[in-house]
Nanobody, 126 residues
Framework: QVQLVEYGGGLVQAGGSLRLSCRAS????????MGWFRQAPGKEREFVAA????????YYADSVKGRFTISRDNAKNTLYLQMNSLKPEDTAVYYC???????????????????WGQGTQVTVSS
């Protein structure tokens, strides 16, 4: 069983930056693809970004492409999401997630992930 804990959320003005971190424990982090999702008030949880188990491949939602960067440090069991040029519509609770099977490439499907963090709030003011 893997445990995921997100850090780094907060309040930022539009145009600003934040970096989210997700620390994993309890499973071999480096063997699993990882993803970031978000859920805004009154909306469904949506895909944001994903990274393959070795970090070679990444994939982004169109809404964040060019502004967000997903990365991982397998030596530190940590996943990151660097968010730049933030917009009010990026306001949401952000979740990291771990793929249910090892050694896979990126996936945007929520049901491909079997472990989720508790979420961290990101609020972007206009």
């Amino acid at each position: 069983q893997v445990q995921l804990v997100e850090y780094g959320g907060g309040l930022v003005q539009a145009g600003g930056s934040l970096r989210l971190s997700c620390r994993a424990s309890g499973r071999t982090f480096s063997s699993y693809a990882m993803g970031w999702f978000r859920q805004a008030p009154g909306k469904e949880r949506e895909f944001v970004a994903a990274i393959s188990w070795r970090g070679v491949s990444t994939y982004y939602a169109d809404s964040v492409k060019g502004r967000f960067t997903i990365s991982r440090d397998n030596a530190k069991n940590t996943l990151y999401l660097q968010m730049n040029s933030l917009k009010p519509e990026d306001t949401a609770v952000y979740y990291c997630a771990a793929d249910k099977l090892p050694y896979r490439g990126v996936t945007t499907e929520q049901n491909s992930y079997d472990a989720w963090g508790q979420g961290t709030q990101v609020t972007v003011s206009s």
